[in-house]
Structure formats: structure tokens, C-alpha cells
Nanobody, 114 residues
Framework: QVQFVESGGGLVQPGGSLRLSCAAS????????MAWYRQAPGKQRELVAR???????NYTDSVKGRFTISRDNIKNMVHLQMNSLKPEDTAVYYC????????WGQGTQVTVSS
């Protein structure tokens, strides 16, 4: 059974940085594209950043140049480095495969506020 455990969120001022981490179970983690998603209050969950099994990355326009996704196929980890954070980045962040599985973790709250 695949499981995802996110960590690293918190409260940060605008312009600050956070690094999110996700531990994924499953022996064939390296074969799948992974992604970070986020859901803000009253909004639908959206895909923020994606990394293919070979390392190619994609980002939604609103985070390009500010966020960086990476993966460690030995440790089954995915990370999201978030810089120059804005209040509109406030959301619960989740990791999952892309396309996603119906196996969401608890997420990690990111709050950007002064």
C-alpha cells in the first residue's frame, strides 16, 4: 500500500523560504512521476510542481522561478524548496504521484503572513 507523509510546513513571512519533504512508501517509487499539490481554503486542489522519473520538472506558472522540486530515489523522498513566498501560497501542501493515487497523506500547512 502506497503512503505519503509530508512535513516541513509552517508560518513564514512574505519573502521567506520553506523546504517541504515527503516520504513515500513503495519499492518502485523511482518509476513514477511525483508531484506536489496544494489546496487553499475554499479552492480546489491544484498541481504545483511535478518531477518525472528521469528528473524532468514542470511548474504551475504562479510558482515558476520560486519553487524547486527534487527527488531522492534511494530514500524515496520528494522535496519542494519554496523561496520568495507570497500570501497566496498559503495552503495545505500534499505530495502524490502524477496522476495522483487515491491515497492522500495528511498534508503540511504552509501559512505566509506578516
Amino acid at each position: 500500500q502506497v503512503q505519503f507523509v509530508e512535513s516541513g510546513g509552517g508560518l513564514v513571512q512574505p519573502g521567506g523560504s520553506l523546504r517541504l519533504s515527503c516520504a513515500a512508501s513503495g519499492s518502485i517509487f523511482r518509476l513514477y512521476a511525483m508531484a506536489w499539490y496544494r489546496q487553499a481554503p475554499g479552492k480546489q486542489r491544484e498541481l504545483v510542481a511535478r518531477i518525472a522519473s528521469g528528473g524532468y520538472t514542470n511548474y504551475t506558472d504562479s510558482v515558476k522561478g520560486r519553487f524547486t522540486i527534487s527527488r531522492d530515489n534511494i530514500k524515496n523522498m520528494v522535496h519542494l524548496q519554496m523561496n520568495s513566498l507570497k500570501p497566496e501560497d498559503t495552503a495545505v501542501y500534499y505530495c502524490n504521484r502524477d496522476p495522483y493515487l487515491n491515497a492522500w497523506g495528511q498534508g503540511t500547512q504552509v501559512t505566509v503572513s506578516s
